[in-house]
C-alpha cells in the first residue's frame, strides 16, 4: 500500500482558494488518488479522484503531478463550512480505503 | 436520496452485553464494510463484504463479526462488547470495481462500553 503524507493541518480565508498537498511517492502505476474528508465526526465524504489527468468536479479540482508522486487538492472558494480533515488515499485495486491522518483544514471568517 | 443508515447512532452499554449495530444502503451497492475510528488511530476497516454471503477481515475484527444475508443490510455484531470496542463506527457502501467507484459513509454509531 502507498505511504501518504499530508502536513497536519493548514489554515485558509474564507473565500480563498484552499491548495491541500499530499505526497504519495510510492503510489503504484495502477492505483488512483482518492480525497475524502471529514467534518467533526461525521461519515467521511468523498471528493474526488483522479489517475493521471487533472480532475475538477463541482467540490473541487485535484492537479496530479506528471511522476504521480504528488497531488493537490483545490478547493477554489474556501467557506466555513469546509473546515474539516482532509485524506488524501491512493487505491483503487481493491474497494478498502487507507485512512491516514489527513490534514485539518481550518478555514478562517 | 442515496444514503447509508446506521442504528443506534449513541449507545452506552455494560461488558458482556451483546448488541448489533445496523447499516443499510438503498443504492443497490456490492460492497460494504465497517470502519472504526479512535484518536490518533485513524479510521481502520474492521470487516467488508463483496456481495451477500461474502465477508471477509479486515485489519480488526477480533471481538467483531459481521452477516451479509440481504444486499442492502450488514449488521455488526458485538457478542461479548468490552471497554477498548468503545469507539465511532461508520459503515459504508459502493459499487465493486477498480478505480473508478466513491464510498458513502454513513453518519456514525458512537459507542461506549463500560
Known amino acids: 500500500d502507498a505511504k501518504t503524507t499530508q502536513p497536519p493541518s493548514m489554515d485558509c480565508a474564507e473565500g480563498r482558494a484552499a491548495n491541500l498537498p499530499c505526497n504519495h511517492s510510492?503510489?503504484?502505476?495502477?492505483?488512483?488518488v482518492y480525497w475524502y474528508r471529514q467534518i467533526h465526526s461525521q461519515g467521511p465524504q468523498y471528493i474526488i479522484h483522479g489517475l493521471k489527468n487533472n480532475e475538477t468536479n463541482e467540490m473541487a479540482s485535484l492537479i496530479i503531478t506528471e511522476d504521480r508522486k504528488s497531488s493537490t487538492l483545490i478547493l477554489p472558494h474556501a467557506t466555513l463550512r469546509d473546515t474539516a480533515v482532509y485524506y488524501c488515499?491512493?487505491?483503487?485495486?481493491?474497494?478498502?480505503?487507507?485512512f491516514g491522518t489527513g490534514t485539518l483544514l481550518a478555514v478562517q471568517p | 436520496e442515496a444514503q447509508v443508515t446506521q442504528n443506534p447512532r449513541y449507545l452506552i452499554t455494560v461488558t458482556g452485553k451483546k448488541l448489533t449495530v445496523t447499516c443499510s444502503q438503498n443504492m443497490n451497492h456490492e460492497y460494504m464494510s465497517w470502519y472504526r475510528q479512535d484518536p490518533g488511530l485513524g479510521l481502520r476497516q474492521i470487516y467488508y463484504s463483496m456481495n451477500v454471503e461474502v465477508t471477509d477481515k479486515g485489519d480488526v475484527p477480533e471481538g467483531y463479526k459481521v452477516s451479509r444475508k440481504e444486499k442492502r443490510n450488514f449488521p455488526l455484531i458485538l457478542e461479548s462488547p468490552s471497554p477498548n470496542q468503545t469507539s465511532l463506527y461508520f459503515c459504508?457502501?459502493?459499487?465493486?470495481?477498480?478505480?473508478?467507484?466513491?464510498?458513502?459513509f454513513g453518519p456514525g454509531t458512537r459507542l461506549t462500553v463500560t
Open positions: 510510492t503510489i503504484s502505476g495502477n492505483e488512483y
Open positions: 488515499i491512493p487505491g483503487g485495486a481493491t474497494n478498502k480505503l487507507i
Open positions: 459504508a457502501s459502493s459499487t465493486l470495481g477498480t478505480g473508478t467507484y466513491e464510498q458513502y
